[in-house]
């Protein structure tokens, strides 16, 4: 089983409509997770952290149960500059600074 | 402004011929990370420092070194690229990692694309 697993999409969304990404993790000792979001040939960039149950940030909502070892991205309201790729990130435990990325979910907004 | 910085953008060198990239950050941040990025792949991790700690991953060739002078700059040495070893190398930097709120957070630089003809 992988660490971090993503569904790779790719998700084709109207623009205005909300898509929402899942992801997966394997290591019950993570502590940290986070949503980057990845636009085509650039480095990924920090989209949002989630260190309890869930964070929100205007369109976005991150959401994590613990207990299903489970993590989500919903975006509302979706634009086109919403159009990238969007890696679901997981740190290896209490005091680990290492991050283990899945391979990311590839969204397209559609005018 | 830029808070990691990467040069050059683009390297293009010969297969065999020895490149170094380099890294520098302005926050201070007592961990750099250096990970390898292929096309529609995750980043993958080379190595990283902790202050001046270095921690090698087990699958990292030989090929690859790093050197960390001083807290702002890092650097990853190629010794002889080949073919496979083309791809976007991606440096990071963390605060500590050490289970503070946020401390564990990445922060990427632009990025190196690399071409071995």
């Known amino acids: 089983r992988k660490e971090v697993e993503q569904d790779p999409g790719p998700f084709n969304v109207p623009e205005g409509a909300t898509v929402a990404f899942n992801c997966t993790y394997s290591?019950?000792?993570?502590?940290?997770f986070f949503w980057y979001r990845q636009d085509c040939r650039k480095e990924p960039k920090l989209l949002m952290s989630?260190?309890?149950s869930g964070n929100e940030d205007g369109r976005f909502t991150a959401q994590l149960n613990r207990a299903s070892q489970y993590i989500s991205l919903l975006i509302r309201d979706s634009k086109l500059s919403d159009s990238a790729t969007y890696l679901c990130?997981?740190?290896?435990?209490?005091?680990?600074?290492?991050?283990?990325f899945g391979t990311g979910t590839r969204l397209t907004i559609i005018p | 402004d830029a808070m990691v910085i990467q040069n050059p953008r683009y390297q293009v060198t010969q297969f065999g011929k020895p490149v170094t990239l380099s890294c520098s950050q302005t926050?201070?941040?007592?961990?750099m990370y250096w990970y390898q990025q292929k096309s529609s792949q995750a980043p993958k991790l080379l190595f990283h420092y902790y202050d001046k700690d270095f921690n090698n991953e087990a699958d990292t060739p030989d090929n690859f070194q790093s050197r960390r002078p001083n807290t702002s700059f890092c650097f990853l040495d190629i010794r002889s690229p080949g073919l496979g070893d083309a791809a976007m190398y991606l440096c990071a930097t963390s605060r500590d990692g050490q289970g503070n709120l946020g401390s564990d957070t990445q922060y990427f630089g632009p990025g190196t694309r690399l071409t071995v003809l």
């Open positions: 990130v997981v740190n290896g435990g209490f005091g680990n600074e290492k991050l283990t």
């Open positions: 989630v260190y309890s």
């Open positions: 926050l201070n941040h007592n961990v």
């Open positions: 290591n019950s000792a993570s502590q940290s």
